[in-house]
């Protein structure tokens, strides 16, 4: 019978459940195979009192040692299940839990966006070319005399000079695109009236980075171009514009300007929408800002493209995207938007 007990405590010890089956239930037979009531332990007490009585003592102790062996390692087996169950938990790939945070739109692109989805409203399509631009698609298509400043390396980053005959001294000269009017030229080269399109991208210009100026920033061109196109098509337009784009309260005036790719030429001004036309230091004083340059478009520069000016007119305008960010959201500094600081962009998290 001693034998029989220390074989049992072997087989007890070296006892274990797999996780492959339902553990709590191994747990639960290996209890009852040892200690229920019909189990080993119970049956080797009926034998033990059987037993002679000078083996008794040494019986007797070493069946309780079984027992306490068999007890010890149901608890054992216990705390493992319970251990192991709460990791399952944890492990529940169905719980609830917290979103990790979401980026957000770059406050350029949201207006950028914004500026896409008005003028789409009323059938412009974008149109996009490259930031690295020669010199007749951004100045001599545009009807830029040979002598203007735009022309000059103080405002324009050049890449390096080709030869063409188009331009007024022979020389090609291939420059980072000054703006994004050079995308008119390639969509008139390409294509017959209606043209309607407007076209969002980054310019250069070689300016000294303040607040208020920098030497990377964004522009949106609009072109239009059909039968019958008149200056009353391109004010309504920009009126349209005005009030999608900062309220239906917004009132607008144009004041004659100047562009060699325009005429006549305005620059477009907006009722303050800070406080709302009264005068604050915002619009210095004047109740008005400036936000935008247009005109019709000069019948050399359709010509230039290969559109009967005689058949077509067109309008156009051009506006810096930075600037309409800064006066819809308040902004006081340029150099925000090229910082990435996450202070200043997570301002924008709620706006698409
Ligand atoms: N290209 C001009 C600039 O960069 C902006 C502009 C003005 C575009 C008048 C136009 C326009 O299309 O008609 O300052």
Redesign the pocket.
């Known amino acids: 019978m001693k034998e029989k007990i220390q074989q049992y405590i072997r087989d007890i010890q070296e006892t274990t459940i797999d996780n492959i089956h339902d553990q709590a239930a191994q747990v639960e037979m290996f209890r009852v195979k040892y200690l229920g009531k019909k189990g080993i332990i119970s049956q080797l007490f009926d034998e033990f009192k059987a037993a002679p009585s000078d083996q008794k003592r040494e019986l007797g102790q070493i069946l309780n040692q079984l027992k306490n062996v068999a007890q010890q390692k149901v608890e054992e087996f216990k705390n493992l299940v319970e251990q192991q169950s709460d990791t399952a938990v944890s492990a529940d790939l169905t719980r609830p839990t917290d979103f990790s945070a979401l980026g957000s739109r770059h406050p350029l692109s949201v207006v950028m966006n914004e500026i896409t989805d008005i003028f789409g409203r009323i059938g412009f399509t974008v149109a996009e070319s490259g930031e690295i631009e020669d010199d007749w698609h951004l100045f001599s298509a545009l009807n830029f005399p040979p002598d203007h400043p735009a022309r000059d390396m103080q405002d324009t980053f050049f890449v390096q000079k080709e030869t063409d005959p188009r331009t007024p001294s022979g020389a090609q000269e291939i420059a980072l695109r000054t703006?994004t009017?050079s995308v008119q030229v390639r969509v008139m080269e390409h294509s017959k009236p209606p043209i309607r399109i407007i076209a969002p991208g980054r310019v250069f210009r070689n300016e000294a980075i303040s607040a208020r100026a920098h030497c990377i920033f964004h522009?949106v061109?609009a072109l239009y171009v059909d039968r019958h196109v008149t200056f009353a098509d391109l004010k309504q337009t920009l009126l349209y514009f005005a009030k999608e784009m900062f309220g239906s309260q917004t009132k607008m005036r144009l004041r004659p300007s100047y562009?060699p790719?325009?005429e006549p030429?305005a620059e477009m001004d907006i009722s303050c929408n800070i406080c709302g036309g009264k005068g604050c230091n915002i619009c210095k004083g004047t109740g008005w800002l400036e936000i935008l340059?247009?005109?019709m478009v000069d019948p050399n520069v359709l010509e230039s493209c290969g559109i009967d000016s005689k058949q077509y007119s067109g309008f156009?305008?051009?506006m810096g995207v930075e600037r309409m960010a800064m006066l819809k959201y308040q902004i006081r500094d340029l150099r925000l938007y090229f910082e990435n600081d996450l202070r200043f962009l997570s301002q924008f998290d709620n706006i698409i």
Do not use: M, N, R
């Open positions: 703006h009017s522009q061109e562009f790719f325009t030429s340059g247009c005109g156009a305008l051009g």
